[in-house]
Nanobody, 119 residues
């Protein structure tokens, strides 16, 4: 079982910045594929960014050039630096960990942290 705890959400003005953090349990964090997803009211949860164990990254088109995902394997944490925030970035942001074990995929989720961008 992997536990994920997000922090860093809040209220920010248009054009501002926030940094989300996710602390993960487990001794093999370096092998996890980590990601951030978000869900706005009335919308489906969507991918924001992912980072592999080798630190390869992938971003949704809507956040490319504005958001940066990074990981610190020594601290079992993953971060999402969000710059140039827009009102449409308003959502609950969820940390995700993907583990492959015995040919099966296991997904773990944090409780979510609210990000609100005012216009």
């Amino acid at each position: 079982q992997v536990q994920l705890v997000e922090s860093g959400g809040g209220l920010v003005q248009f054009g501002g910045s926030l940094r989300l953090s996710c602390a993960a349990s487990g001794t093999i964090f370096s092998t996890y594929i980590m990601g951030w997803y978000r869900q706005a009211p009335g919308k489906k949860r969507e991918l924001v960014a992912t980072i592999t164990s080798g630190s390869s990254t992938n971003y949704a088109d809507s956040v490319k050039g504005r958001f940066t995902i990074s990981r610190d394997n020594a601290q079992n944490t993953v971060h999402l630096q969000m710059n140039s925030l827009k009102p449409e970035d308003t959502a609950v942001y969820y940390c995700n960990a993907v583990i492959y074990r015995d040919r099966s995929r296991f997904d773990y989720w944090g409780q979510g942290t609210q990000v609100t961008v005012s216009s």
